[in-house]
């Protein structure tokens, strides 16, 4: 094994990730995983409490006076039917735990099992939170409306990655995932006898006209050297072949690195719609449902992250920028819009198998990444801990002495 993990503790987190694993749950159905959780930290006698109603806030004590480094796991699954074969697979018909969140909620706990049992006392409280609905992108807004960051000063967070061989922890700096808003188009026109297409406004014709106008928003308005995403989901419209469709519903979603992009595309967006809608006398109602903002990975914390990756696994398996931004949201981002943090990718590739997509029925990680994981959450935890507690006055502004 790459981290320095004793065997009991891998096999808890092998365990219990495969418990988590069979019984998975949406976002904020996560009742039972709430419970295994609760269960574990009552073992390590870690105090808990839950300020919403699936996911919990935990925190180990550290020397009173200072403030807390916070270690974030997502918890939730995802409507997927499994299709891995494995003796642990889902036994929750159309729910798996397809994105390794169940991988996240076990290291964390392993995380938390080595800062208890460590030999040294811990140099700041750690605060745990385990985040409900990820996937969602709600469940860290709540979170942090419920106060979870109260009393913390940075906090740490990874994912597993399928694309990166087991044992490495890859952190890269700047944007390292993209906004996420989605958007709903909905187009009322006049329905009609389909022989009689003058008697009508064809909600469907607009609904084309619209799709295909949008495609020119990122190519042609947006500088091609800021990557964005801008992509039509769902198109639903009609009833029957001799009907002209009255209304149709356009569903997307909108990514960007960067939020004066984020934003033009939304702008844009809107004015596509409504040109479109006016040329053809349809009506357009545009709603928007914003997301997370981009995750951006900064220093000081990035080289709090990469000494504690050096320091937990071997320096070969420590990967700088490894990989660029992934157009795919995540939620932590909201976390570091309020404290400093960083977010690492926790290699996840089983030996011998092709890069495993995420959100796929048959998603495999390698469970080594519980080693590597746990032990870089525990040893950032420590670093970033000591280096704020020596100083106190503002962690934006830390040098990078690490
Ligand atoms: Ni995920």
Not at 104 to 110: F, K, R, T
Not at 252 to 270: K, N, P, W, Y
């Amino acid at each position: 094994m790459i981290a320095p993990i004793q065997p009991a503790l891998f096999e808890r987190m092998v365990a219990l990730r495969r418990d988590l694993h069979r019984d998975p749950e949406i976002s904020w159905q996560e009742r039972h995983t709430t419970y295994r959780i609760a269960r574990e930290l009552d073992r390590l006698e870690i105090a808990h409490a839950s300020p919403l109603e699936t996911g919990l806030v935990a925190e180990i004590e550290g020397p009173p006076g200072v403030p807390a480094i916070a270690l974030r796991a997502d918890i939730d699954a995802l409507p997927i039917q499994e299709e891995t074969g494995l003796d642990f697979a889902s036994r929750v018909d159309g729910v798996m735990h397809a994105c390794g969140h169940d991988a996240h909620a076990a290291m964390l706990l392993g995380a938390a099992e080595l800062l208890v049992t460590g030999p040294d006392p811990i140099p700041a409280p750690v605060r745990l939170i385990f985040q409900p609905a990820e996937e969602l992108g709600t469940g860290a807004l709540a979170m942090i409306e419920a106060g979870a960051l109260a009393g913390v000063d940075a906090i740490f967070g990874g994912h597993v990655d399928g694309h990166i061989p087991a044992g490495v922890i890859a952190l890269a700096e700047g944007t390292v995932n993209a906004s996420s808003d989605s958007f709903r188009i909905t187009i009322r026109g006049r329905q009609g006898h389909a022989a009689r297409p003058h008697e009508t406004v064809d909600a469907v014709v607009v609904g084309s006209l619209i799709v295909m106008a949008v495609q020119t928003i990122v190519s042609r308005e947006i500088d091609p050297a800021h990557p964005s995403v801008l992509s039509i989901g769902r198109f639903e419209a009609g009833n029957a072949s001799n009907v002209i469709a009255g209304k149709a519903v356009l569903e997307g979603t909108i990514r960007a690195q960067e939020m004066e992009v984020r934003d033009h595309l939304q702008r844009s967006l809107e004015r596509v719609c409504a040109s479109v809608g006016q040329l053809h006398e349809a009506e357009i109602d545009f709603a928007l449902e914003a997301g997370p903002p981009p995750l951006v990975n900064r220093e000081p914390m990035l080289g709090i992250a990469r000494a504690a990756a050096a320091a937990a696994l071997d320096s070969e398996h420590v990967r700088r920028a490894v990989r660029g931004a992934n157009m795919g949201g995540e939620d932590f981002s909201w976390y570091l819009r309020e404290i400093p943090g960083c977010y690492a990718r926790f290699g996840a590739r089983p030996p011998g198998l092709p890069a495993q997509s995420a959100h796929s029925s048959s998603f495999l990680i390698d469970e080594e990444v519980l080693a590597t994981g746990a032990a870089w959450m525990a040893e950032v935890a420590r670093r970033a801990g000591r280096t704020l507690a020596s100083h106190p006055e503002d962690p934006a502004t830390i040098g990078g002495e690490l």
